[in-house]
C-alpha cells in the first residue's frame, strides 16, 4: 500500500517555474514506478510524464518536452516535477500516480494522490 501526497503548485505567470512533489509513504517506494497526470477543468486527464523505479527511464508528453523535468530520491520516498516556461494551457489540477507494474498502462496504475492546482496566468 502506498499513500501519495502531491504538494508545490499554486499561481504564477505565463514563463514562470514551479516545482511538484508526490511525497510516499510505505518502505518500498523505490520499486514503484511513478506518473504524473494532469486535468484542467472540462477536459480529460491527461498524461504527463513517466519514471521508472530507478529512474533511469523516463518518459514525458510531447506538450511538455524540453519544459518540464521528472526525477525521483528514492531515499527521500519523493518524485519531482520541475516545470519551466509555464504556459497558460498547463494549468490543471496535476496528479501524482504509482504502482510496482511498470509494464501496466499508467492510466491504471494502483496509488494516485489528491492533486495539486497549478494555475498559469497569462
Known amino acids: 500500500q502506498v499513500h501519495l501526497v502531491e504538494s508545490g503548485g499554486g499561481l504564477v505567470q505565463a514563463g514562470d517555474s514551479l516545482r511538484l512533489s508526490c511525497a510516499a509513504s510505505?518502505?518500498?517506494?523505490?520499486?514503484?514506478?511513478v506518473a504524473w497526470f494532469r486535468q484542467a477543468p472540462g477536459k480529460e486527464r491527461e498524461f504527463v510524464v513517466a519514471?521508472?523505479?530507478?529512474?533511469?527511464?523516463?518518459r514525458y508528453a510531447d506538450s511538455v518536452k524540453g519544459r518540464f523535468t521528472i526525477s525521483r530520491d528514492n531515499a527521500k520516498n519523493r518524485v519531482y516535477l520541475q516545470m519551466n516556461s509555464l504556459k497558460p494551457e498547463d494549468t490543471a489540477v496535476y496528479y501524482c500516480?504509482?504502482?510496482?507494474?511498470?509494464?501496466?498502462?499508467?492510466?491504471?496504475?494502483?496509488?494516485w494522490g489528491q492533486g495539486t492546482q497549478v494555475t498559469v496566468s497569462s
Open positions: 510505505g518502505r518500498t517506494f523505490g520499486s514503484y514506478a
Open positions: 519514471i521508472s523505479w530507478s529512474g533511469a527511464l523516463t
Open positions: 500516480a504509482a504502482d510496482l507494474n511498470a509494464g501496466k498502462p499508467t492510466a491504471n496504475y494502483d496509488y
